[in-house]
């Protein structure tokens, strides 16, 4: 928002609720043994389709995941991740443009913590507004789609300097669109040195063992 | 922002006070002559290709554009953009996720827009927040990318609803990413009936005549 003292003033109080919330959020999920991973991107970078392929691979190993998923509308991405036959919740954001640590607190109210390795949270679709508000996860990945040009890292950097990892996704498009990974990496590390970067597809599968092994041997 | 009486108040006062601005500008530019079009869409849509086709088709075509675009950081798009070899200003907002109209204001102070046909007004990549934000502008369009995928209207209502035109960008990826035109469309207009919806690619030029005589017709 603008500004003026007193908004700056309104926004620190509702970052630092917020904080509140994220920590005892994360103090719970560490008490279950929960390991919790949330995904922000652009719109339509491939975070549902990745998630997909996530839970329905994580769930064949035997492992117990499951999802929160939010999106300002629909119940969309709750329908389709449950084709992972994994416990999913949408939440629906009305006009808001980012998950705050209460609405994850409350959807996941009915589930038992303990009963589940993992934890995803699919962030609203935003490149901005969610890189202020911790969600109490352990690990934040940014995910960033070939076709969506190199240059993200630089025009956003708030989102990619709070990542703890960065995920290319639809690496099978990067000839079509002329992708050009070396500055795209360029470009992530000038921002946040030594983020590990990961590429991936949804379509072919490429890369998502390396993903899956990276998120047993983070947990 | 949540949903507290006072964050709802201070809301409201920060939207009526850029209302007002907007007001004042949409006069202005009426006065000087001047046709007024902004860009919203996701992050790596296509909106600075798509711009830069414009500006240097405009200009071929005799007419007199200038652009102002709005990034978290960096003068990329500014650099980019002078490539048209007409008048363009970068917005650097910081962490703000969308332009407002004092911005706007502040940005073309030192242009005189008698001078003018066409201004273009490239908001930051972000189909949620900028919906809220009268820009003073005659147009606004809202560009969809064929890699997002066809759900985005229903996921981003808001923008779509509030938009005056749609513009579906990278059509030369269509078959590659199988986008489905009629399930895009289809979409769209279940949020927003009747609305134009342009196909274009700024690579191959497609559409782009169309989308001229369009921005001629409604000037």
Redesign the interface.
């Given at each position: 928002?603008?500004g003026s003292p007193?908004?700056v003033e309104?926004?620190k109080n509702?970052l630092k609720r917020n904080d509140e919330a994220a920590r005892a959020l994360r103090q719970r999920f560490q008490e279950a043994g929960v390991f919790v991973v949330s995904l922000v991107s652009?719109?339509?970078?491939g975070k549902t389709a990745f998630l997909e392929k996530t839970l329905t691979l994580l769930r064949e190993a035997g492992r117990r995941p499951a999802a929160v998923v939010g999106?300002?509308?629909?119940q969309?991405d709750a329908v389709r991740l449950a084709r992972s036959r994994t416990p999913v919740k949408q939440i629906e954001t009305g006009?808001?443009?980012h998950l705050?640590a209460?609405m994850v607190e409350s959807a996941i109210a009915e589930w038992d913590l303990t009963a589940l390795d993992y934890l995803f949270i699919e962030n609203?679709?935003?490149?901005?507004?969610p890189?202020?508000y911790d969600l109490g996860e352990n690990l934040r990945v940014v995910l960033l789609?070939t076709?969506?040009?190199e240059?993200?890292p630089?025009?956003?950097?708030?989102i990619f300097n709070t990542a703890d990892l960065a995920i290319v996704t639809?690496i099978d498009?990067a000839d079509?669109?002329e992708f050009n990974r070396e500055l795209a990496c360029a470009n992530i590390h000038s921002i946040r040195s030594g983020l590990t970067v990961l590429e991936t597809s949804s379509k072919t599968g490429a890369g998502l063992r390396e993903w899956l092994a990276l998120l047993e041997s983070r947990r």
């Open positions: 928002m603008t007193r908004i309104v926004r509702i652009s719109p339509g970078s999106d300002l509308a629909t969309n006009t808001l443009c705050e209460a609203v679709g935003n490149l901005v507004c890189a202020s789609s076709t969506e040009g240059d993200k630089l025009k956003y950097p708030t639809k498009l079509a669109v």
